[in-house]
């Protein structure tokens, strides 16, 4: 480790978040405590641990005067931690999905409004030229386009609120020298 902030001994916890909405989201979320002194990593902190011993350390193993109800408390903490961490990524994708939800509805009743009023103008000058044989054809293409939009408004509706799932978390005892 280049850094002697990051030397010790850690207990890292690594989630996995994802969401289904509107957007689709997945996220790992990292969570981390130094064991020798007790500080609290940041998820960049502990991240960079993680990712650094993963591509340049080795199986280690005879580390065994550890206290596991130590290890354990700890554990929990990261844990919760990483809960929190959870909760509010969701808040924040719940946001950013209603956002989105609301912007892509609003487009899709500006586009209505507008084929809406191209129907009127069309009808009437097939009324107007005496034209009416054309209007069942003209119906029933509106009366199909607004299902469309319909079914789409509902599907978005529905997205609206996403489906968070928070899946496995890893603990990984790393030694950084």
Excluded at 121 to 136: A, C, F, V, W
């Amino acid at each position: 480790m280049e850094n002697s902030k990051n030397k010790g001994l850690f207990l890292i916890g690594v989630s996995l978040m994802s969401a289904e909405g509107i957007i689709s989201y997945e996220k790992l979320l990292f969570n981390g405590k130094n064991i020798d002194n007790g500080q609290s990593l940041s998820s960049d902190e502990a991240k960079m641990i993680l990712l650094e011993a993963l591509n340049k350390g080795k199986l280690w193993v005879e580390r065994t005067n550890l206290n596991y109800q130590e290890l354990s408390k700890i554990a929990d903490d990261i844990m919760i931690t990483n809960f929190l961490c959870y909760e509010k990524v969701v808040d924040d994708i719940e946001n950013q999905n209603f956002d989105k939800a609301e912007m892509q509805k609003a487009t899709l009743q500006r586009h209505f409004r507008l084929k809406e009023s191209q129907y009127y103008e069309t009808r009437q000058k097939y009324i107007d030229s005496h034209n009416e044989r054309m209007l069942p054809a003209l119906e029933g293409k509106f009366t199909i386009l607004k299902q469309k939009i319909d079914d789409r408004l509902l599907k978005i509706e529905k997205n609206k609120k996403i489906k968070p799932e928070k899946n496995d978390i890893c603990m990984v005892l790393v030694k950084a020298v």
